[in-house]
């Protein structure tokens, strides 16, 4: 059987179409790189093999039939363990839900499934997707790919590390300050946070939230374009979700150009964010392929002042709503950290709140006027490599210490409390084989521009086509 594990999901469509594969050969595939793989990363922590099987097998036969195939017909996809999925557990990464069962599916595992997707498995998450690192009591951690010894990311790092090693084309995540994002970055694959509204969140108990989305994983752009095709648009289970023609996706990444496009990069939100030497200069020399490409570009960046007091009242009000009728009876089981948010949150005054939708809206204002005259703004994803797992987050920048503030998630939260669409790509790896990323930011709604920009980027530079060595090995 020759490998498919790494075959693009959209080259795998044509191979179904041209009937020189079938799913149930790749479903067979990628459940043996499970095997051998994942006992090492951890990435996938329920797996549901046999109805993967079943469900390959009713493809197989319908492509036999010549039946019409949905647009991602026979792909096996990784769902995020915060996710609802029916028949298949769901844990949240919480002792909570340890043997939680759930008897239907969030909306977009539904849409996902009616596109011809096949769940094989749920992958692993900090509990209820809090923290920067994929560890929780119920699993343990997810280790990095590149590094065992360093994390994966979070809070979408299982899903990261999954599409990294070959275990599935696609998959599902969730983001609220950068957890698409940043396992995306750490791992070397991609991860789109579109506009809240964009793809529908049901059920929800925060219907008209505007900082969490779930959004799309895949190792290249066109993948990521493809299954957002499938995620988006409205639902009046979700209030905020929006008409959209998903075409426009499909369309951004065939023969991208980005000539004559204005360009702004940054390597630190102008000095915001403390970013490690060697990750800023594999950014800097990233936008300069976009100059290549026959963009204008040029080093700036709005007023971002604001951002920190956006995120800590943002951040409280959101733990609070979550997570505060939790304490109480399970604060003992709970993970360090989600209770301390949660009762940081529960400090905040009424006034702070307020003043913190109050500084959103100028912050707003400021970046909504540098976007008039720029089409994109690029910036590092992260501020580090991957960092050691037995760390809860970064703690050192270039040698020096860095507090248990939020600031070193402030280059992907800038842009979830102002609702833009940020897209995470490979850009290069630094000397000791970790790979970077490069966060794309574009104007409201503007997700198609963001995925042309991004497949520019891929088509002038692929990155290395380096798999991770426990996969070579």
Known sequence: MRDLTFTPAVELLKLYRARKVSPLEVMEGVL?????????????????????LWDARRATASLKRGAPLPPLFGLP??????????????????????????????????????????????TNTPE???????????????????????????????????????????????????SLRGPAAFCGVVG???????????????????YSVEGPMARTVADTALMLSVMAGPDDRSPISYDVDTREFLASVKAPS??????????????????????????????????????????????????????????????????????????????????????????LTSREIAQGELIRTRQWERVRAFFETRDLLAMPTMA????????PYVLMVN??????????????????????????IPCGFTRDGLPVGLQIVGKR?????????????EAAQPWAKRVPPLVRA
């Open 192 to 210: 789109f946070r579109t506009t809240p509204g964009l793809i529908p969140r049901a059920p929800s108990a925060l219907a008209w939230d505007t």
């Open 445 to 457: 709604r503007g997700e198609a521009a963001v995925l042309r920009a991004a497949a520019a980027f």
């Open 258 to 347: 980005v000539k004559g496009w204005r360009i702004a990069w940054t390597p630190d939100l102008d000095g915001l964010v403390p970013v490690d030497d060697e990750v800023r200069a594999i950014v800097e020399r990233a936008a300069a392929v976009f100059r290549s490409l026959a963009a204008r570009v040029e080093r700036a960046c709005p007023d971002m002042t604001d951002v920190p007091e956006i995120v800590r009242t943002s951040r409280g009000l959101l733990m609070v709503a979550r997570h505060a009728d939790k304490l109480p009876e399970h604060r003992a089981i709970l993970q360090e950290g989600l209770v301390e948010n949660t009762e940081q949150g529960l400090r």
């Open 384 to 391: 580090t490599p991957a960092f050691p797992l037995d760390q």
């Open 77 to 122: 996809i990784g769902v995020k363990d915060v996710t609802l999925t029916k028949g298949i557990r769901t844990t949240h990464g919480s002792k909570l839900f340890e043997n939680h069962v759930p008897e239907e599916d969030a909306l977009v595992v539904q849409r996902l499934r009616a596109a011809g997707a096949i769940v094989i498995g749920k």
């Open 399 to 424: 040698g020096q210490p860095l507090g248990k503030g939020m600031q070193r998630s402030y280059l992907t939260y800038a842009w979830s409390v102002l609702g833009l669409p940020a897209i995470s």
């Open 128 to 178: 209820f997707a809090y923290g920067p690192n994929t560890v929780n009591a119920v699993f343990g951690a997810t280790r990095n790919p590149y590094d065992l010894t360093r994390t994966s990311g979070g809070s979408s790092g299982g899903s990261a590390a999954g599409l990294a090693t070959g275990m599935f084309p696609l998959a599902e995540g969730t983001d609220l300050g950068g």
């Open 32 to 52: 043996e790189r499970i095997d051998r793989v994942n006992p090492q990363v951890n990435a996938i922590v329920t797996l549901a093999r046999d109805s993967a």
